[in-house]
C-alpha cells in the first residue's frame, strides 16, 4: 500500500511545516576550514578530559551539504533548521567578515530553495566564537551588541530569501549546562558568571530582533527555548513549592522576561544573591516583539522537598547502566547543584527512557504546550526540536529499522494533535535530528562515523509518509 493510500488517523491543519533541525558545532565537521575561528565548543573539546575529537570530525556536513539536502527532499522535508556558526562568518567574532563562511550559508540556502525546502536557520547555536570568549564572552556585556552586529550580517547577505529566522537556541541550555553545571563549551561553573550571562544572552536576543526589523529583510523572527515539564514529587505543599522554583528556573527565568518584559518576581533566593545589574531600559529591549516562539522539549523532571526522604526502593531509570561513567557523573552533578541552587531533590522514575536515560513522557510535551498558551497567550508556535537517540544499528540487508524512534516521534506528534485540540497554535513540528552526530544516534538519517556513509532509516521513510498525508497514519496491522 502507498503512503498516499494508506489510512490516517490524525490529521494536523492545512499549512502545518514538517522539517528537522541540525546543528553547526554537532555535524559540520571541519571547524576551522576556509578561514574559520574557534568557537568555545571547539576549545572545550581539545580540553583534556572533555571528550576530544568529536567535533572536529562532525559527521562532515560542512561539505557534503548538498547531498544531506538531497536526502532531506528524498525524506519529504517542508522546512530544514540548521545552525549558522558565528566563527565561520566573523573569525574574531567582531570585525572582518570571512567570505568563503557566508558563502557557504549563501549556497546552502540555494540549495535548499532549489529543492523546494524553506530555509529556517539559527542564528546562534552555542559556538561563541573563541576570540570572544576571551574577552569575557557573554558574561562581557557587550557580547549582545557583538552578536548584533553579526546578525545584522547575515541579513544583509540571506534576508531576501530566508523567511523566518530563530535568534538564539535554548537560552537555558547554553547558560545552565555551559556556565553553572560545566558540561559544555565554555565550561564555566560559576553561578553569578552564569546569570549575568544569561541576561546578556537575552539581551542580544532583543537586539537582533530590533536589528531585523531595521534591516528591511523580509519574513519573521523569533527564538527558540527549551521547555521542561516540571512536575511536583506529591501534591504536598513543599513539594509543589519545589516544583514552582524549578519552573522558575528552566522556564520562566528566560520566556518572562521574552514575552512579559519582567523576570520572575519569585526567583529562588540563590538566583537573587548572585543577580546581575539589570540597566534601564533593558528589559524593553529583551521585550522587542516575535513573530513566533520555537519549543524544544524532551523529557519531564521530577522534583519534591529535600526535606522528604527518597521511597524505599526508588530506582533510576531503567536503561541508566547504558549512560557510563561520564553520564552518570553529569547527571549526578546536575541533581547535586539543583540541590544547592533551588533547594529541590530530583526524583527519579520508573518509566521507559532513551539511550540517554531521558524519561519518555509525550504527555510531558501537551502539558507544556498548554503551558506556554496560558501563560504568556497566542503566540504561534512551532516545535523546534522533539527526538530520541536510540543504539541503532545497519543490518544485513543494509537497512536500518528504527521502531523505537517511530513509537517515540509517533506518540509525541499524538500529543502535539491534543495539544491543537485544546487550542494550541502549533504551526509546525521539526525533528532532532536530521542526522546522526558524532556521539548519539538521534537521526533520522543513520551515519556510519568511519565512512561517514549516509542511510535514510525506517523512521525517516516514515516521516515522509507522515508529511505527504499531513498526519500519523493508522498502524500497520500486520506489524511491520
Known sequence: MSANSRPVGTRFPD??????STAAFLMDGAPLADGAGPSVQH???RTPGNGGSALERGVDQYRRFRDDVDLAREIGLQAFRFSIAWPRVLPEGTGTVNAPGLDHYDALVDALLDSGIT??????????????QDRGGWANRDCANWFADYTACLYARLGDRVPRWSTICEPHSIVHFGHVVGEDGPGIRDLRTALRAGHHLLLGHGLAVQAFRASGARGEIGISTVMTDIRPASDAQPDRDAARRADTYFNRLYLDPILLGAYPADLPERLRRDWPPVDEGDLAVIASPIDFLGVVYY???TVGDPAFERPAGDVAPEGFEQLGISGLAAIERQETVLAEMLNVRVVDTAGPVTELGWEIAPDGLANVL????D????LPLYVAENGAAFPDTVGADGTVEDADRVSYIHDHLRAAHEAIRSGVDLRGWSVWSLLDDPDNRFGLIHVDRETQRRTVKA???WYREVIETNGLP???????
Not at 474 to 480: K, R, V
Request: hydrophobic letters at 40%; zero cysteines.
Open 15 to 20: 499549512g502545518f511545516l514538517w522539517g528537522a
Open 375 to 378: 501563560r504568556y497567550g497566542e
Open 119 to 132: 530555509p529556517f536557520p539559527y542564528l546562534y547555536h552555542w559556538d561563541l566564537p573563541a576570540a570572544l
Open 459 to 461: 523512521s525517516g521513510r
Open 43 to 45: 576549545t572545550f573539546a
Open 474 to 480: 493508522m498502524p500497520h496491522t500486520s506489524g511491520g
Open 299 to 301: 523529557l519531564p523532571l
Open 370 to 373: 498548554r503551558t506556554l498558551r
